[in-house]
């Protein structure tokens, strides 16, 4: 079945529905196989999207009919206007990187690998294994599975030096995925109406979870080796924050990999202030030129609360990731997972852990870590070529994006809407800021769809900066 | 395996361990099989918790060994009192409704039903089959899969009367289990320091829920034929609340279904009041001897928020429930699940789907109905002969639970610690209050495993009313 088609017939019968009597009768399933040259299954697939939104109704052995619609009068939802009052914290839209596109878009805007960057062979098999055994329906400890535990534990524990105790499996809470992990400890370490101080620019969905929280967020300026400990000295002092949340390796989205002796001093500022350091090491797979060091197993004192996911890198279907936090601050995201979510499907977890102890796990790790080498110089080529106004200030030694500055002045939501019709989708940087943007910026995503059309999309970009208007 | 055995070997090697030096050896598994009569697989399995638990570790090719406890100091974790403050909305620990138990105790206090009552074969297949599809890989939209929503707006769309407007799919959005559902909906109808009501007693998630919200509970009697309008009115005038929760069909704890005309009743309530019900459904699968009937189904102003549970009837595994909301109410949920955790794994919504569209399906909960009827039939028997002491208000039509008055005095913690040295767990009725309780009460699981056990149970129950002390 092929994707695009089927949007393309979807949306050419749209178009006949919007003028066609409700009850009136669709083509047949061969008649659409033979207008629009697909296959069966593609207009099937077509019908049943139709189907799902309501449009259309099937009845079996007679056809397919445009929906004769039971609404009997608009309703007016008015009222809920004022039940509902205005918003503490507006949570805004999902962002472009969520955004899906078709195939004949060059999409560099995604927030995920492509599916040919996935171990898919060990998901299949780790899925089908664990539908065959209690997992499929047993309800798991709300904390996870203890191995799965026990499995986080150890990839902290294994890079913890000498000296300083390694985190136990207790420690671990398993999360369904690690959005859930940052909303809880928003919630439960910082709490509504206090501060937050955050990287900026950094993870847009760090930015929506801390609003949902209504935590105050400060930004401090992240710069390409990381934040200035000074300038988070000073945030600490002037707001009193007793959280700092910032990613340590390849952030999101500049790629930033902070230098060793910058955790120390991190460290150091963070414990002065008596404060919790929440690393989120969302890109601990996406190493390319170096090796990710979590902060983490630096601190046995309870200061760094960790955030590890394997969504990203095992599969988006697979949603698990765990928090580990130790003292009083485990048992408050214990008790806000517990008030949230109860427990983690015990089935997801099982198959995290079957393919992450497979050795074809680790084969797979390396030949990801290639490819998105591979990828990441052929995108950075390709600008270099193609799109010379574009200032590439870090090439990232891991993670999936590049972080693009274009000249001053550049209205980046134009630009993301010219270069959208001619066939490019891009991510305006805006939504990395916590407040204003201190540039015009877009985000890069190099693990996306199609690398071969790389250049092509490049090209687009540098037109799209030298012709459009506004700049 | 044996669950039961693996436990007695894991307590047993538990004590040697807290006796033995680090680095001790310990006895070969074939050793442990013949001292604990026991499988190989029952002893690794033993192993493997310890193991998980850190306290042993093995060496291949060499033997298993307490582990060597790297910890070279107790860490003070007392500087995290001043980060996190006081909580504003203490949560408490879990229910007891989530506590796991042997299989050598009478178990009447979970909150889920057993697994011979689950569609195993149904289950296992669906999960097989997702995992060879598309779903195994790919990010689903946020608002879940368009035929998942279809389903979910279809069956409440089946019981809609004519003249209302039924449910669009996308008026459902598809949740990771009704707990999020629930912290959802009181995070964004309801708010930090905004009044709440709630049937009171009433299920001791959505109490958790509202808590972690910070939402201010206000408690609204319930009875056994659900709540009086004029207390509802007169809760909803002094307190300015917006928004009650209840259970209209099958409530946690009490086993009570309002009378068809309270709908009307509560829904004219509501609506003058220009307020929303959470209307939570959590029971639909479980009708024993009476349909359970939506009040949602005659709502099309946007006054109901009704929310379905599949994780109940399908599996814990499958944590798949949808809420079903229109208007700004929509919008303010989504925007809060997508800060919250983007999507739900397609995997889970496949599998579902895939379940609940069997013809299988269907049968399953018809034979359902009638194991349900016979254990609640055979509790109840059980306890009018061995527990005379024990009032039970409502013989419920559905649900999993009887909701069982003690005599007035009774100490119910004591009770159920004396039950439990018994072999008899139970559950405080306590926890389903969000104020002090109106009297001993506690709440019995017809559900559970064992209905054999059921008469055993009652006799344990009453044996501990006539004797203990304190009453």
């Known amino acids: 079945m092929n994707d695009s088609s089927s949007s393309r017939i979807e949306a050419g019968l749209r178009n006949w529905i919007a003028t066609a009597a409700p009850g009136a009768r669709l083509p047949s399933t061969r008649e659409l196989v033979a207008r629009h040259q697909a296959s069966p299954v593609t207009v099937q697939h077509a019908l049943r999207m139709l189907t799902a939104r309501g449009l259309i109704e099937s009845r079996p052995g007679v056809g397919t009919f ?30 472009t990187a969520l955004r899906s596109a078709s195939n004949d878009v060059i999409a560099l805007h995604a927030g995920y690998p492509d599916r040919e960057l996935l171990p898919e062979r060990l998901v299949r098999s780790a899925l089908a294994r664990a539908a065959r055994t209690d997992a499929a329906l047993a309800r798991p ?124 001093q991190v460290l150091q500022v963070v414990r002065e202030h008596g404060a919790f350091l929440v690393e989120d090491d969302w890109a601990h797979d996406f190493g390319i030129t170096s090796a990710p060091t979590p902060v983490a197993a630096h601190d046995d004192a309870g200061h760094v609360v960790y955030l590890r996911s394997l969504t990203k890198s095992v599969s988006p279907a697979i949603r698990v990731a765990a928090v580990i ?98 066939g490019l989708i891009i991510a305006p940087g805006t939504e990395w800021f916590p407040a204003e943007p201190t540039g015009s910026f877009v985000r890069l995503n190099y693990a996306g769809p199609s690398p071969a059309a790389f250049p092509a999309g490049a090209r687009l970009l540098g037109r799209a900066l030298a012709n459009g208007p506004g700049r």
Not at 170 to 195: E, H, K, M, N, T
Not at 325 to 334: C, I
């Open 141 to 264: 400890p709300a904390a996870g599975l203890p191995e799965l535990q026990t499995w986080f534990a150890n990839e902290l524990g294994a890079v913890t030096p000498a000296g300083i105790t390694p985190p136990t499996p207790s420690d671990a809470i398993v999360l369904p995925g690690s959005q859930s992990g940052l909303s809880s400890v928003f919630r439960a370490l910082v709490g509504v109406g206090q501060p937050l101080l955050m990287e900026s620019p950094t993870y847009w969905g760090a930015i929506l979870a801390a609003r949902q929280a209504g935590a105050l967020v400060v930004p401090v300026p992240g710069g390409p080796a990381g934040p200035d400990p000074g300038q988070l000295e000073r945030a600490f002092r002037e707001t009193a924050a007793r959280v700092f949340y910032a990613q340590p390796n390849y952030a999101n989205p500049t790629g930033a990999q902070w230098p060793t002796a910058l955790h120390e």
């Open 325 to 422: 936090a130790r003292g009083p601050a485990r048992e408050r995201l214990l008790a806000d997972r517990g008030a949230e979510s109860m427990y983690v499907s015990g089935l997801l977890q099982a198959a995290a852990l079957d393919v992450v102890t497979q050795p074809a796990w680790h084969s797979h790790l390396r030949g990801l870590r290639q490819q998105l080498g591979t990828r990441r110089d052929l995108l950075v080529a390709a600008l270099r070529e193609h799109a010379p106004q574009a200032e590439l200030g870090v090439v990232p030694a891991g993670g999936l994006n590049l972080w693009v500055r274009l000249p001053d002045g550049t209205d980046v939501h134009q630009l993301a809407y010219d270069c959208e019709k001619a």
């Open 66 to 95: 445009v929906r004769a619609v039971r609404t009997v009068r608009t309703a007016d939802y008015g009222w809920q206007t004022a039940a509902l009052r205005s918003f503490p914290a507006r949570v805004d839209s999902l962002s």
